[in-house]
């Protein structure tokens, strides 16, 4: 009766998890709500009075697909003095989040039947977005041995007549691994020489911790005109709820990108368009941004600690995001007040019945063997959440 395609995407286990701990702690339970994928920051005040400045000066009408000409200039000058990428503001298109601009790149180039390589873990959406476009996900399994990376053999032996794309998000949610220079240039020579396009999701790609970011459309022209960079204002000026990011890619992909968004959502909101180009102009008169990478960085550091001093759960260090990603195969097959663990979906059920604290199963990231707590939560209850996985590891038998 309904659309096939819509009828099997699995709604996102992020957002209903998160949404399962608010009602429980509205319902007076005292949770600790470690799924959150936003930071527990406010809007900066000067994005904030940006934005009603935007109103006032009448930015609340449609704007151009694209965007308005005063965000999309910033954005290039943003993507020439941080991401070291040469573009125009024709190379440009805003949207309602990272989120759709993924949607958007993901439904322009796929045909029925394409196939789109996807390393795992990965973020919850993409597996749907592809399944919506009506392509066919390939994963490719990383593991913690070699800090949950891809590289050019595991491409190689995933690779068809029939890859389309290829989606490389870094830093990565959920490991927080982040790729360095050599790396990118190996996986993007290797999606030049194959014809596979790369959509690199960088939406974390401030929040990174003694490393730098690298953008792998930066690393050479031939790259950059065979990658598709997504990134957005959520994470960087905690603007979550005001649903605004961004793409830049050649001109051919961008003018079909447009016109699907042109029947969709039109534009982003013009208020938060306004309000995100004021971000970028004036963002080094603010120090509000260093302060929350520093601060994020500060739980990260205090968070892998106590794990590491307290517990046998293993855990790789993330260097970037604000997400740490914890093995519990150890518990998987034990068991805790009868309830037997077969599953991350077990564990996290148990922490969050049992314990007050909610998690992510990694399967919704598709290994089944980790958790996902986010450390975008303040320190102390950061730090409590832990103990009550320390705490069912312990007891576990
Ligand atoms: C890896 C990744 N990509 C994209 C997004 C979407 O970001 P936005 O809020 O800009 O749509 C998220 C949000 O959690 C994410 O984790």
Redo the contacts with the bound molecule.
């Keep these: 009766m309904y659309n096939i395609k819509a009828a099997e995407v699995k709604p996102s286990i992020t957002l209903e998890l998160s949404a399962k701990a608010k009602k429980l702690k509205s319902d007076g339970k005292q949770i600790i709500n470690l799924t959150v ?1 936003e930071p527990n920051f406010n809007t900066p005040d000067y994005i904030v009075k940006g934005a009603l400045e935007g109103i006032e000066k009448g930015f609340t009408k449609y704007t151009q697909t694209s965007g308005i000409i005063e965000l999309k200039e910033e954005i290039v000058k943003k993507l020439k003095s941080f991401n070291n990428i040469k573009y125009n503001s024709s190379n440009i298109l805003v949207s309602t ?4 601009c ?1 949607f958007n790149a993901i439904f322009s180039i796929i045909n029925d039947g394409d196939e789109v390589i996807i390393p795992s873990p990965y ?1 919850v959406s993409y597996t749907e977005m592809v399944r919506l476009s009506g392509g066919k996900s390939v994963i490719v399994d990383t593991s913690k041995e070699n800090e949950f990376k891809i590289d050019v053999k595991s491409l190689d032996e995933k690779l068809t007549n029939k890859t389309k794309i290829l989606i490389l ?1 870094n830093p990565n ?1 959920p490991t927080g691994s982040v790729y360095n220079e050599s790396e990118l240039k190996e996986i993007g020579n290797w999606a030049v020489k194959n014809n596979v396009i790369i959509i690199a ?1 960088e ?2 790609e401030r929040l990174t911790y003694d490393t730098k970011h690298v953008s792998i459309a930066s690393l050479s022209e031939e790259i950059k005109n065979n990658t598709i960079t997504i990134s ?1 204002f ?1 994470k960087t000026y905690s603007m ?1 709820g005001w ?1 605004l ?1 961004y793409c830049a890619a050649h001109e051919d992909i961008i003018k079909i990108m447009n016109a699907v968004q042109s029947h969709t959502t039109a534009c982003a909101n013009s208020i938060a368009q306004y309000a995100g180009y004021v971000a970028l102009r004036d963002e080094s008169k603010y120090n509000g941004i260093t302060n929350m990478i520093d601060e994020f960085n500060n739980r990260r550091k205090k968070a892998i600690d106590y794990i590491s001093k307290n517990s046998n759960l293993t855990i790789n260090s993330p260097k970037g995001a604000f997400y740490i990603f914890i093995d519990i195969e150890s518990l998987i097959g034990k068991s805790f007040n009868g309830k037997i663990l077969n599953s991350s979906i077990d564990i996290s059920e148990v922490l969050l019945d049992e314990f007050n604290i909610a998690v992510v199963p990694g399967i919704g990231f598709g290994n089944d063997d980790y958790i996902r707590i986010s450390y975008a939560a303040d320190e102390e209850l950061i730090i409590e959440g832990i103990k009550r996985i320390i705490e069912l590891e312990k007891l576990a038998k």
Aim: avoid cysteine; aromatic fraction near 12%.
């Design positions: 994928g989040g990272a989120k759709q993924l973020w998000n949610n999701d939406i974390y957005g959520s979550t649903r990011g």
